[in-house]
């Protein structure tokens, strides 16, 4: 019998080992290796951080300045009575002398809603002297008017010395004078616990009680000697009915306002109300503010743009100095994930460092140059953290090109560059 040999076994292939599996890092873990090139390169940390903080410093001062500034501009137009209106009785075709307004005007006007203050003043038709032996003609040009307490208030007047009419002292006959009238008077400054001077009007002495200080707003006042309304009731045998209305309204009701004022005033005749329309320094503010707001969004997209290059350009330049460390990594297992995770964490680091020293950066210079100009410093802390997160973004955004460039070098391409 023929022997079988059974054909020789075939000796089993050796298996591969298996890759590792990459370690999934926390969130610690990936922040500090985040820090590592921070810790590492010191200095080229600080001058990445530093050139961030100067766009982000930059952001604020061109944000932060332009609307203090803004802020100053309004209060100065405010103060040239933007919403001021003045309304007075003229006369009709062929009359003579001005008429009067109703007596119950300024109360019908004060229910208007936009309406925030009223007040009126009336002229007395009568002289004043500063004697019984001064020649009344003396003193032409200078008017004596009736006047309401919350004129003052009304007109944006102030004091030059002495108070003006209140509810204790409107009924006697005191008066208030004007600048101009206080020189023609030959009155000066009134000092307290000297003797008050005094008046003559209509054969009666009336006690100064104050002197204004030019009214930009009222010119008229200026030249005006000004009686409590009901003490002009009781002495000049006044007939109540107002002859100049003064009205502020909120700033943006003043056309609505004016609109509606000459048939407040007087239903029966409106057509003899003039009423002063809105001042040019209202249009000037509202064409100030859009221009300001254009001015905003432009400034702040060239340094968010700025500040973006700034961050890729650091992040691109670390891919490429540290090739050696990635390779590196890569061979000892570490996985693309981690790779684009480490680059992508460094960058919102530099970022979010740099963004929180020119946040302070920023406001401080803002601070320092909006008191130099005496500007009122507009800066919210809503700003603040919005700029600051800004700067994380930018982080991210700029760090993802360079972490995926990382990322996708492999370990013999990393180790084998110089």
């Not at 000459?262 to 002063?276: E, K, M, W």
Request: charged residues 15%; contains cysteine.
């Amino acid at each position: 019998m023929t022997d079988v040999k059974s054909p020789p076994a075939t000796a089993p292939a050796p298996s591969r080992p298996a890759r590792p599996t990459p370690v999934r890092l926390s969130p610690v873990d990936l922040v500090g290796l985040g820090l590592l090139g921070v810790r590492i390169r010191k200095l080229r940390a600080a001058l990445s951080a530093l050139g961030i903080s100067i766009g982000i410093a930059t952001l604020i001062v061109v944000t932060a300045v332009p609307a203090s500034s803004q802020a100053a501009l309004m209060q100065q137009l405010s103060a040239l009575g933007t919403n001021l209106l003045r309304a007075q009785a003229v006369s009709a075709q062929g009359g003579g002398e001005k008429s009067a307004l109703p007596a119950e005007s300024v109360d019908m006007v004060r229910r208007i809603g936009p309406v925030q203050r009223a007040a009126a003043v009336a002229n007395t038709h009568t002289t004043v002297r500063r004697s019984e032996h001064t020649d009344p003609g003396a003193y032409n040009g200078v008017s004596v008017l009736a006047a309401h307490r919350d004129l003052l208030r009304t007109v944006g007047g102030t004091m030059a010395s002495g108070t003006f009419l209140t509810r204790d002292n409107d009924r006697f006959p005191t008066v208030v004078l004007g600048s101009r009238s206080a020189e023609r008077l030959g009155f000066g400054a009134l000092r307290p616990g000297q003797p008050a001077p005094q008046v003559r009007i209509a054969d009666r002495w009336f006690t100064v009680i104050g002197i204004l200080r030019p009214v930009p707003l009222a010119s008229d006042l200026d030249h005006a000697v000004l009686v409590g309304w009901e003490a002009a009731r009781a002495e000049l045998g006044f007939d109540g009915r107002p002859t100049v209305l003064y009205t502020r309204a909120r700033e943006s009701a003043v056309e609505a306002v004016r609109d509606v004022l000459p048939a407040t005033i007087d239903p029966q005749t409106p057509g003899l109300v003039q009423v002063s329309r809105p001042s040019d320094a209202l249009a000037a503010k509202r064409a100030s503010e859009s221009a300001f707001s254009a001015l905003f969004l432009g400034l702040a997209g060239i340094a968010l743009l700025v500040g973006g290059i700034g961050v890729a350009n650091t992040m691109v330049i670390s891919v490429l100095e540290r090739r050696r460390e990635i390779g590196l990594r890569r061979a000892l297992g570490a996985g693309r994930g981690q790779i684009r995770g480490q680059f992508l964490t460094e960058s919102v680091v530099l970022s979010g460092f740099g963004g929180a020293a020119g946040v302070l950066l920023g406001c401080a210079a803002a601070a320092g140059y909006t008191t130099l100009q005496d500007w009122p410093l507009v800066l919210s802390v809503t700003t603040a953290a919005a700029t600051l997160g800004g700067a994380v973004l930018i982080g991210v955004v700029a760090g993802v090109y360079p972490a995926v460039r990382a990322s996708r070098l492999t370990p013999t391409e990393a180790l084998a560059s110089t």
